[in-house]
């Protein structure tokens, strides 16, 4: 979980004063959820601080106070969507064999169904991590740790670590283009079809000569 979202000087259940309506309680949890909806939907530089402010019903002071600067919510928001997508895979990961849990999880990581909104963990990377170090630190040991996973659920199904690192790394690599592919607007049959092609990478656990 995001290390914003415990912030010492704030209490989870503290009372202010929204921008717009009427007085709620104040759950920085929550208001780093609305933070997150609106950064997916508009990304980071189109967001502006009043979209961010109306948002999470905070004054500006309120949200200086509490999360420190527009760029710190949106590093907070990467991570706890990565986090809880990274926790969901866990989960398929270890309640089903290896290589059926493989496809699971990249059809996790895919969600064809999901629509043009595309991943916000792909989005911000893609609009940020060439010129945001601190996003692209995060961006590279999220995608380790997935990585990762996937390596130990290949080396379950019989690949040789060797294999498992390269079958991995060009699992994740179709996954991260279906998504893409997605956004663009490609049907969820066309998707599924090339998201299918890890067949291919999963039917031989033995390294070429």
Same mark, same amino acid.
Not at 65 to 77: D, N, P, Q
Not at 79 to 93: I, K, N, Q, S
């Given at each position: 979980m995001s290390r914003l979202l415990h912030q010492p000087t704030h209490s989870l259940t503290q009372q202010t004063s929204p921008v717009m309506g009427r007085p709620r309680q104040f759950v920085p949890a929550e208001a780093l959820r609305d933070a997150l909806a609106v950064f997916w939907d508009k990304g980071y530089q189109a967001t502006s601080l009043d979209d961010l402010t109306a948002a999470m019903h905070l004054s500006r002071s309120s949200f200086?106070?509490?999360?420190? =600067?527009?760029?710190?919510?949106?590093?907070?928001?990467?991570?706890?969507?990565?986090?809880?997508?990274?926790?969901?895979?866990?989960?398929?990961? =270890? =309640?089903?064999?290896?290589?059926?849990?493989v496809h699971a999880v990249l059809a996790a990581i895919a969600e064809v169904d999901a629509g043009r909104r595309g991943c916000f963990f792909v989005n911000s990377v893609t609009e940020l991590a060439p010129h945001d170090e601190a996003l692209a630190a995060f961006a590279q040991r999220h995608v380790a740790r997935t990585g990762a996973l996937v390596v130990g659920l290949l080396e379950r199904a019989g690949f040789t670590p060797a294999l498992a690192q390269s079958r991995a790394a060009a699992l994740l690599a179709l996954t991260i283009g279906t998504i893409t592919l997605r956004k663009a607007g490609l049907p969820v049959p066309e998707l599924l079809t090339i998201l299918s092609q890890a067949q291919l990478l999963l039917a031989d656990t033995t390294p070429s000569t």
């Open positions: 200086y106070a509490c999360f420190g =600067s527009k760029h710190a919510v949106m590093m907070a928001a990467v991570e706890l969507y990565a986090d809880e997508l990274f926790a969901r895979l866990e989960t398929v990961a =270890s =309640s089903m064999p290896a290589v059926e849990a």
